[in-house]
């Protein structure tokens, strides 16, 4: 039985972002705080960071500015970059004075980022994230296993906030469990015909037949990922 359903697209914001509070020397420019406001509008229109190019075409200037800016943001504490991915930024602070109220969601187990295979649902304890991300819905983490998500900036290791809920929106990055076993991955319906699709070429996606059990178990809100050093 295929249970799953379609909603109004909702934002797909995939940053996790940690209290801090902005000293002088933290401060941004107008133009700064126009490059983070661009870089959050496109996480949550599209689920991840843009491009340099993206952002180069989207605010009409050259690719040296934006490579300038961001490492000015990066040298302020505004955002983080991941060497070697073309969507490797992450916000970190988004320039608003003051401190962000953080609040813990459980921290609940596995879930892999390649083929599905069956969870092992524990309370490993608890993660803090943004109050005005998760409101009063209720959310659970998952740590990441797997590659296939790598792409959108869900990396093998990183944990995934989750919003509970049992209907998505075609393009959303959910987590599901299909014949009882978990992946997360990125939901596509077209007409009849429903996919979970990976954000890496090495893998497939997985076409959903009509005699499997699809149920959604939530929508990915946001990724954390543990600072190394």
Do not use: W, Y
């Amino acid at each position: 039985m295929n249970t799953a359903q379609t909603s109004k697209p909702a934002n797909k914001n995939l940053v996790n972002a940690k209290p801090k509070s902005l000293s002088k020397a933290n401060e941004i420019t107008e133009q700064q705080q126009a490059t983070l406001t661009e870089i959050q509008n496109h996480i949550d229109e599209f689920g991840f960071p843009p491009t340099v190019d993206e952002l180069a075409s989207k605010m009409q200037i050259t690719k040296a500015t934006v490579h300038g800016m961001l490492n000015r943001l990066i040298k302020k504490g505004h955002l983080r970059r991941t060497h070697g991915k073309a969507r490797g930024i992450e916000i970190v602070n988004s320039g608003v004075m003051g401190l962000i109220a953080l609040v813990p969601v459980p921290l609940l187990g596995d879930v892999p980022a390649g083929a599905p295979f069956l969870p092992h649902e524990n309370n490993r304890g608890q993660v803090l994230v943004q109050a005005s991300l998760v409101k009063d819905s209720n959310c659970f983490a998952l740590q990441v296993v797997g590659e296939s998500m790598k792409d959108v900036g869900i990396q093998n290791g990183d944990t995934v906030i989750v919003r509970q809920q049992q209907v998505a929106a075609s393009g959303e990055i959910i987590v599901a469990s299909l014949d009882g076993e978990v992946t997360v991955k990125r939901l596509s319906i077209d007409k009849d015909r429903i996919e979970l699709r990976p954000a890496n070429k090495t893998f497939k996606p997985i076409l959903i037949r009509p005699e499997q059990d699809l149920r959604i178990l939530g929508r990915v809100l946001a990724v954390s990922r543990p600072l190394k050093g």
